[in-house]
């Protein structure tokens, strides 16, 4: 039994839900997050993800960064060498999701060239009548990034669950083709 360690940097706009999807996570679908807080600078959530088919697990240090832009300098710092990326936005948010591209491209510039794996999660499905942004451009992106795909409702404990899954897949992939590649020096 493996048990890894990855440090996955939570990043998106302020009130897309980064907070309410990491804390509804962690404590399997007890907390809902009524009220909106703002994060200031990073909270760090941490959670032992099973891989699914394996007896192996990833321990996710879940960096939730502050959205605001005030707080842009100090994520430099805590955002050094990330593993993973789960980037957030709000479906009946436009902006939110064109600020993805931004987001993404100050978490990759800590990656020092390294191909980074990651989810991008569109939150708040529950307000299907407000949507704004098209699922399937959204899709479309993510992909055209390298990312995997997700829309959630953390309010209906709809989905919230497998981005944070697939992240530990995709980080656990990574360490199997590294082994691999041990194996085949060896």
């Known amino acids: 039994m493996v048990k890894l360690a990855a440090k996955c940097i939570l990043a998106g ?3 897309v839900g980064k907070t309410a999807l990491v804390q509804m996570f962690r404590s399997d679908g007890t907390h809902f997050q009524k009220n909106y807080t703002l994060t200031t600078g990073v909270d760090l959530v941490v959670k032992t993800v099973p891989v699914l088919d394996t007896n192996d697990s990833v321990e996710l240090f879940i960096f939730d960064s502050a959205g605001k832009e ?3 300098e100090m994520l430099d710092k805590l955002w050094e060498n990330p593993n993973v990326l789960c980037l957030v936005y709000d479906v009946t948010n436009e902006q939110s999701f064109i600020s993805c591209t931004k987001w993404l491209e100050k978490v990759r510039s800590q990656t020092s060239g390294i191909s980074l794996p990651g989810v991008l999660v569109g939150t708040k499905t529950d307000l299907a009548g407000r949507q704004t942004v098209d699922s399937a451009q959204a899709q479309v992106w993510a992909l055209s990034q390298g990312l995997e ?3 959630t409702s953390v309010k209906e404990m709809d989905n919230y669950e497998a981005p944070f899954h697939c992240l530990a897949k995709q980080f656990y992939q990574l360490y199997r083709e590294k082994v691999d590649i041990f194996h085949t020096l060896v």
């Open 13 to 15: 706009d302020p009130a």
């Open 70 to 72: 005030l707080f842009s």
């Open 149 to 151: 795909f997700f829309e």
